[in-house]
């Protein structure tokens, strides 16, 4: 595997991505992408590391210094990621059950502002990622439920299941939110499909 050092960054989140997609595990491989990302994370792009990150959890390969060095290099640049990256990276570290407390906290108060501008998939993500790990971060949960009543009626039925579930994992029991996501339910239950 001694040419996978001659890899960008890209060209290595590509690979890991792909291998994800294909269910295609070559633990060697995986391996030396996992070591060049270690080498280069702090080189690499927002979008480079939420690809990287995502694809080796989807695979469950949990590489802790991968993990540290994704989660550091992260944390410098959550200011760029982008909601759908706020919300991979999230999921991603729930995933794997990977607690990392500073970068758990930088996507908590990176959130926050922009959570209105999140659609329903990045908020259904990014509840059930922090309630997968028991984090019950109130600020976040609150701007979670403003966000999702404004958006209900664009959650499929698993974001509305993911969000209900997330609010019930961690006790946070917003009334209007779980009856509002009971409507947008029973009108997906009564209408031909269960399809979003």
């Known amino acids: 595997m001694q040419k996978v050092t001659a890899l960008g960054t890209q ?23 996992g070591s060049r ?11 480079d590391l939420c690809n990287t990150l995502w694809a080796f959890s989807r695979q469950a390969i949990c590489n ?9 290099a ?6 760029r990621v982008g909601s759908m990256g706020l919300a ?10 990977y607690l990392n407390r500073p970068l758990r906290n930088a996507i908590s108060a990176q959130a926050l502002p922009p959570i209105r501008d999140f659609n329903s998939q990045d908020v259904a993500n990014m509840s ?7 984090i019950k971060d109130r600020p976040l949960f ?8 404004r958006i209900l009626n664009d959650f499929c039925i ?3 299941a993911n969000t209900a579930w997330a609010m019930a994992r961690l006790e946070l029991d917003d009334v209007p939110l779980l009856h509002s996501i009971a409507a947008a339910a029973r009108r997906r239950m009564t209408s031909s499909s269960l399809e979003p």
Request: hydrophobic share 60%; aromatic share 10%; with cysteine.
């Open 142 to 149: 609150a701007a979670i439920a403003s966000a999702s009543n």
């Open 37 to 47: 990302s270690i080498s280069n994370a702090d080189g690499a792009t927002p979008q």
């Open 88 to 97: 991979n990276i999230a999921w991603s570290v729930a995933f794997l059950s």
């Open 158 to 160: 698993q974001g509305l």
């Open 128 to 134: 059930w990622a922090f309630a997968h790990i028991w």
């Open 11 to 33: 060209n290595i989140a590509n690979i890991a991505w792909a291998c994800e997609r294909l269910a295609f595990v070559h633990l060697p491989l995986l391996e030396a992408l």
């Open 64 to 72: 802790d210094p991968l993990m540290t060095a994704i989660s550091a």
């Open 74 to 79: 992260a944390r410098a640049k959550i200011d």
